[in-house]
């Protein structure tokens, strides 16, 4: 039965009790897992941070990879930012620093709110204007296409009086609702804010922001150590998609969607965590002060050469290659290159993930993998056609998937640059021109880096792009992928 929160409309299932007890029983145990993993955590962190920073902004637009950013983060205090994407990187860091050091006085109020909002904003000097105030101009959010039209996602509310009221009722009810639970309070305080969109810019970022003070604030501590927005990043597509949904039904919507995915999301990340948590204690347990620090660094920089690592650590090159050979020999790390090409991945133990699924469309064309160890693979097994065009028979289908010529091709980058591209694999020869199935399973698996027209790869880890592409500017079709990874 749907009970009322708010202005929303929400079905308490057994499924969305059922995800929060989960999280919640992983929370209980935080306090003894932080007292035990302190010199583990402070990596995580440092790890969580740049994935963070890098995801948000890229949801936006930005181009920084996340090398990009932790390169930029190093050098923050001596750059003059001219760049949009590094200014919103720049804006984004000082702005979760800010939380992460101060969420517990950082009380939620509309005074907070426009602070967190003028430092998100503070190195873009286009943003100089409003940064810090409630939007004075209609921000509707709009979808851009590659042909260069937009079409409107949902309108927003009105600028001035309006959103000044909308954001005091948000708050107000967040301050009177002592009933509803706090993690189901954190989603809703994040999609109304969304709903609203009371800044001119910058709503998606300080949304995300919101998300992990609200959570810190209600006891999740444990959300600073992985990255809320790396998982919002993968899954953008379903976040747009939900959000989009759910407020097409304004005012009075039900919102059970958006608060599945939310908790959804927050339970990968905490398998994640746990995950990784448990892989250190195992290999940690044989290893000393010193080679626990060098296994943690190269965790987050896989690829480091020893020079890299002496430098960073401040421990003597002699005595950082002498531990490396050691932990090479205990198969701890692994080794690729010669002589000043030398560099160093950790050997983790690989988990195979069935039946995963990306999907790619007009607006989200790209996907990409990290393949860390030799022993890494994504492999394409099935593919699903949504098509998004009135049709009366099937063979209009078929036709429709000829005619764009819908393909997709496959890039792989290592530290030396591009390694391989694949040829444009088409849709069109796993499926019939007169007999089409929405949903087809490959005869031959793409398995990469397998496959026969890839290279023999030695330099790891490998970054794999996947790009939808077709003869015409806009797809007739989505398409699903499911896959297999290690």
Request: proline share 4%; with cysteine.
């Amino acid at each position: 039965m749907a009970s009322k929160i708010f202005t929303f409309s929400l079905d308490l299932t057994m499924k969305l009790m059922t995800d929060i007890s989960k999280i919640d029983r992983f929370d209980a145990s935080w306090a003894q897992i932080e007292k035990r993993e302190g010199q583990t955590l402070k990596q995580l962190k440092a790890i969580a941070t740049v994935r963070s920073v890098g995801a948000s902004t890229r949801i936006e637009g930005s181009k920084m990879t996340d090398a990009e950013v932790e390169v930029l983060l190093e050098k923050l205090k001596i750059s003059k930012l001219e760049e949009r994407d590094e200014q919103e990187v720049a804006g984004y860091f000082e702005a979760l620093d800010t939380i992460a050091e101060a969420y517990k006085d950082i009380e939620i109020t509309e005074g907070n709110l426009k602070n967190l909002h003028k430092i998100l904003m503070s190195y873009s000097e286009k943003d100089e204007w409003h940064r810090g105030d409630y939007k004075q101009v209609s921000n509707a959010v709009e979808a851009s296409h590659p042909d260069g039209s937009k079409h409107t996602v949902f309108r927003t509310t009105e600028p001035g009086l309006p959103t000044e009221e909308a954001m005091q009722k948000l708050l107000a009810w967040y301050y009177a609702d002592k009933e509803t639970l706090p993690i189901v309070k954190d989603a809703l305080f994040v999609y109304e804010f969304l709903s609203i969109h009371p800044f001119q810019d910058g709503n998606g970022r300080l949304s995300r922001l919101l998300a992990t003070l609200l959570l810190l604030r209600h006891g999740y501590s444990w959300i600073q150590y992985v990255s809320f927005e790396h998982e919002i990043e993968s899954r953008k597509s379903e976040y747009y998609k939900v959000l989009m949904q759910t407020q097409k039904q304004r005012p009075g919507e039900q919102v059970d969607a958006w608060v599945i995915f939310f908790l959804d999301c927050l339970l990968k990340i905490q398998g994640q965590l746990t995950d990784r948590l448990t892989t250190r204690a195992h290999t940690s347990s044989y290893l000393a002060p010193r080679e626990k620090n060098i296994l943690a660094f190269i965790e987050n920089h896989p690829g480091s050469k020893s020079s890299d690592i002496a430098e960073k650590l401040n421990i003597p090159l002699s005595t950082v290659k002498k531990i490396l050979t050691g932990m090479v020999e205990s198969k701890t790390l692994l080794k690729y290159g010669a002589g000043t090409g030398t560099n160093y991945i950790a050997e983790t133990r690989s988990l195979l993930k069935r039946d995963l699924m990306f999907q790619l469309t007009n607006t989200n064309r790209k996907k990409e993998f990290l393949l860390m160890t030799p022993d890494s693979f994504v492999e394409i097994k099935k593919i699903i056609l949504t098509p998004l065009f009135e049709w009366v028979k099937p063979d209009e289908w078929g036709f429709k998937l000829f005619k764009d010529g819908l393909a997709f091709k496959m890039t792989g980058y290592a530290n030396r640059g591009k390694v391989f591209v694949s040829p444009q694999i088409l849709l069109s020869r796993f499926n019939s021109g007169h007999y089409f199935q929405p949903a087809f399973t490959l005869y031959q698996s793409i398995n990469i880096p397998e496959a026969d027209w890839i290279p023999k790869i030695n330099d790891y880890p490998i970054r794999i792009e996947i790009e939808l592409l077709g003869s015409v500017p806009t797809f007739d079709f989505d398409v699903m992928f499911v896959y297999d990874e290690v």
